[in-house]
């Protein structure tokens, strides 16, 4: 019984396992049934099918990569081996030349045999025996061993301590030994390359003092003994230096220049250092009327600006700051200065440059030549057209600058302290100071960021190599001038050091002529690098090609005075850059500023510089495009030029002439060919320059307008003003040949009389109606009615109507013919018009093309067909 039960009881746990599996079983099978579709599944397929073939074209990609790399390191490697058998191909050239130089060297000609022995007879008989005993003494020392190379020396070191004429005696005796064995070719001379490398050292010696003997007298006679008693090292060396100054002889005479000039920068260049620095060109940029001139004025506290034409700076002027009023300046501010106002640099020079859009070439110049730059900002204003362009320009020549907000004066309440640093003024302000402030430093801020810069206040920057500085500043109570300057200092002491670093290699630019009654005539020079000393032969731009002088005074201003106004000048003997100079020469009368200043060391390097700069003028002035009919422009400077050329061309008005300097005869008779194209372009511009008497005479002889004026500005508005009064002369005595175009429609209600004169209403419906037009009938076989004598609209009385109007004509008739009649001749549905000429159509595009309109010209065309207007 309990096996029975036992058994029933394993059969009921079986049928619950059963059980528990098949819910187990089912609840996979539900699973199953949840889980992803087809769809899914494809998608998923299909992305890590698009996966797959990404990592496919990556892993090709990266073998082409490593394919064309491999390839470019194979192409490296054999230019590589070509170059590196290029010169060795050209080493073993030179060797050639040289053993082949120095084996021609060893067969003397006869000339010099004759010159040796003619030295030889001008010698005692006593002194050529003791010359004898020392080429016996040489003869035994080469054919020695390697063992008596000490002796030979020895030898040599005695014979240096006798008296000139023996080592003139043992030379000469020297050589005419060798020369015979030369001669003869004897079987027991040993050839040259056949002795070792010492031997040959000491013989190629003896063949160069032959050579110094052929050429030079008997000076160089005992120069060429004092180089035979060199070390062989050293001979060997001036061997080679001679091949070299023989392959400059084989050049022309520019490329020899050149040459010489590479190999003196590569020398200046080499001894450059740190440890002497110049002072820095300090440019300043900015808009017109920001404050440029008057920022220098603060700092020198001088008044230039009062003497400048119109208030506009239209030259480049230099001042030279000193040291004592840097020190004066950043005396509340030395912590701005990483040193504690320890000053490495001599001192500033500051070039005040134009600010308006007409003398972007005078800024190109001046920036061309600064190492910082201060871009003044009006901070009332922000970032001005010309401001832009000044930054682009800094950007551009990669020039480094500090930016100052001047005029914050102009800051509501704000209160002026020029004894502090400008951070501690600028919290010491109310709070609605502050806060205008800071709303226009924000404003500056994203205008600058809309040019692609960084700025920040000089006290905010935590790195001035990522942001510019700013420094608020104000040109009128002084306020932040010692933090600018203190900033220009640390500035230049620190990451423009290299930069400032100088240099004798001569960097220096004309920056104006000017004559006055005590110094004559003179040029304003910008020198940067090098030196510059009285009895110098420079060579400058003339207006007739290169001049060539020489300095006779060096004049330097006193110290913050602007060179173009100072009349106290100190005389020096030498100066080093850079400084703002003025100098003293003959010549002077036709130089041209504008363009870089040389110093010509040696003869030959004269016309190798006059060569430069006719290139660098013909380069300049070719660029200038010029028109057949156009004013003839005359300046003082290239700059100046160029800028008023610019403000011409903005003006519209053409220019077929140029020049640089005072008027002369000639100028007026290259302006007088205008006569016969335009009278209006018989027209000489002078701006900033001299008129010569017989030049103006002239002028006024043959009909030719000479207008001059300092400022640009009013130059250019004389002559829009001579053209229209020229303009109004012509009109006047051509405005009855003038025939303007127009197309009139019949009002027929308001047909006052049919009769001479015909009084009705039309409607302009194109062009325009004047007094005196002459009408037609083109439909009926062009009858003429007659010129327009009154216009009236709203009873009043008019001298012009255009398309639209309607107005009241009275036509009268110009004939004793019998008149037309309305209604009869002509009636309601005819078009009147205007009837033109050839002639009128010419007089209307030589006087009157302002008064035209486009549609009035396309009336005009329509009119022509009509009426067979060729």
């Known amino acids: 019984m309990r096996k029975f039960l036992f058994i029933f009881t394993n059969l009921d746990q079986l049928s619950s396992i059963d059980a528990h599996k098949k819910k187990i079983s089912s609840k996979h ?204 090292e050293s001979s060997e060396t001036k061997l080679i230096d001679n091949d070299e100054y023989e392959h400059n002889q084989s050049l022309s005479s520019m490329e020899r220049v050149r040459h010489h000039l590479e190999r003196y920068h590569q020398l200046c260049e080499s001894h450059r250092s740190v440890e002497v620095l110049r002072a820095p060109v300090i440019c300043v940029l900015g808009h017109v009327d920001a404050g440029k001139t008057k920022t220098l004025d603060n700092l020198r506290q001088t008044h230039v600006q009062d003497h400048e034409a119109g208030g506009i700076t239209q030259q480049i002027g230099a001042t030279n700051v000193p040291l004592e009023t840097i020190y004066k300046r950043t005396k509340v501010c030395r912590k701005m200065i990483s040193r504690e106002g320890d000053f490495v640099v001599p001192g500033l020079l500051i ?73 501690l003024v600028i919290q010491k302000q109310s709070q609605i100071t502050k806060n205008h402030f800071e709303k226009r430093c924000n404003d500056i801020i994203c205008q600058f960021a809309e040019q692609y810069l960084n700025v920040a206040l000089y006290y905010k920057n935590s790195d001035p190599n990522e942001f510019y500085s700013m420094v608020p500043i104000s040109a009128i109570s002084g306020d932040g001038m010692g933090s600018l300057i203190a900033l220009i200092i640390e500035k230049c002491q620190t990451a423009l050091t290299k930069r400032l670093t100088y240099t004798d290699e001569l960097q220096a630019a004309v920056m104006e002529v000017k004559s006055n009654d005590s110094h004559g005539t003179t040029i304003d020079i910008i020198l940067v690098n090098g030196f510059l000393s009285v009895g110098d032969k420079i060579i400058i731009a003339g207006q007739e090609g290169p001049i060539v002088t020489q300095i006779r005074k060096i004049l330097i201003p006193e110290s913050n005075q602007e060179l173009r106004v100072t009349n106290q000048y100190q005389t020096n003997e030498k100066v080093k850059g850079a400084r703002g100079i003025k100098i003293l020469a003959t010549d002077l009368e036709k130089s041209m500023a504008g363009l870089p200043l040389f110093v010509a060391r040696q003869t030959d390097e004269i016309d190798y510089f006059k060569n430069e700069i006719e290139t660098i003028l013909k380069t300049t002035l070719n660029s200038i495009q010029l028109k057949e009919k156009g004013v003839y422009v005359q300046a003082s400077t290239l700059g100046s030029l160029e800028g008023f050329l610019q403000l011409l061309k903005t003006s519209n008005i053409p220019y077929a002439g140029i020049n640089i300097g005072p008027v002369h005869r000639k100028d007026v008779i290259r302006a007088s060919v205008q006569l016969e194209k335009d009278v209006q372009f018989a027209t000489i511009l002078a701006f900033d320059v001299k008129i010569e008497k017989d030049a103006q005479e002239y002028a006024n002889a043959i009909g030719v307008k000479i207008f001059r004026h300092d400022e640009i500005y009013r130059l250019r508005d004389m002559f829009i003003s001579y053209q229209e009064q020229i303009k109004r002369h012509n009109q006047e005595q051509h405005r009855h040949l003038a025939i303007f175009p127009c197309k009139l429609k019949i009002l027929p209600q308001y047909v006052f009389n049919k009769r001479d004169p015909i009084v009705c209403g039309v409607l302009v419906e194109d062009g325009c109606i004047k007094l005196g037009t002459p009408i037609c009938v083109p439909s009926k076989d062009c009858i003429n009615l007659g010129k327009v004598v009154s216009i009236e609209m709203n009873h009043q009385s008019l001298d012009t109507a255009r398309k639209g109007s309607e107005v009241c004509i009275k036509i009268a008739s110009t004939t004793s013919e019998t008149s037309t009649m309305y209604g009869r001749h002509f009636d309601k549905d005819d078009i009147l018009m205007s009837k033109i000429s050839r002639e009128s159509i010419d007089v209307l595009k030589a006087y009157f093309r302002e008064e035209m309109k486009s549609k009035d010209w396309e009336l005009i065309i329509e009119l022509k067909k009509i009426f067979n207007i060729i």
Not at 388 to 416: C, G, H, M, V
């Open 351 to 423: 070039i005040d440059t134009p600010g308006h859009e007409t003398f972007k070439n005078l800024r190109s110049r001046g920036s061309s030549l600064c190492d910082l730059a201060i871009l003044v900002v009006d901070i009332m204003h922000g970032l001005a057209p010309q401001t832009i362009e000044s930054i682009q320009l800094l950007t551009k020549r990669q020039t480094p600058f500090i930016i100052a907000l001047n005029k914050i004066d102009l800051l509501y309440d704000w209160k002026s302290n020029n004894e502090e640093n400008i951070e």
């Open 29 to 232: 099978q539900i699973k199953k049934k949840g889980g992803p579709n087809a769809k899914t599944l494809s998608f998923i397929r299909k992305i890590q099918d698009a996966r797959r073939e990404a990592e496919e074209k990556a892993k090709e990609e990266q073998r082409l990569q490593e394919e064309e790399k491999e390839k470019l390191e194979r192409l490296e490697q054999e230019r590589l081996r070509l170059e590196a058998e290029h010169r060795e191909k050209m080493k073993q050239q030179e060797k050639q030349i040289i053993q082949q130089k120095r084996q021609e060297s060893l067969n003397p000609t006869r000339k010099q045999r004759n010159k040796c022995q003619h030295t030889l007879s001008q010698i005692g008989a006593t002194s050529i025996e003791t010359s004898t005993h020392h080429v016996s003494q040489l003869a035994t020392s080469n054919t020695g061993k390697s063992n008596k190379k000490g002796i030979l020396y020895d030898n040599r070191r005695k014979i240096n301590k006798t008296s000139s004429n023996t080592s003139i005696q043992s030379v000469a005796v020297s050589i005419e030994s060798k020369n015979n064995v030369s001669v003869e070719k004897s079987n027991n001379a040993t050839d040259y390359w056949e002795l070792n490398s010492e031997e040959a050292k000491v013989n190629s010696e003896i063949i160069q003092n032959l050579t110094k003997i052929e050429d030079n007298n008997n000076d160089h006679v005992i120069q060429a003994d004092t180089h035979l008693t060199t070390n062989h």
